[in-house]
């Protein structure tokens, strides 16, 4: 923590800022992939060969 504490403010902003917004889309998109429903994303894939 100790380089950190040695970056200007600009800096430190700028990395806390990129953090904050990768933690932010990364609960998001979970939030969206849980309410989306088990069906939404997953398909099952036809079988090729027909069945008499």
Known sequence: MGFFS????????AVLGLG???IVYGL???LRNRSAGP??????PESET???
């Not at 040695?6 to 902003?13: G, I, K, N, Q, T």
């Open 20 to 22: 904050g917004s990768a």
């Open 28 to 30: 998001l998109s979970w």
């Open 39 to 44: 069906d939404a994303g997953e398909t099952v």
């Open 6 to 13: 040695d970056l200007p403010a600009w800096a430190r902003y």
């Open 50 to 52: 027909p069945v008499r």
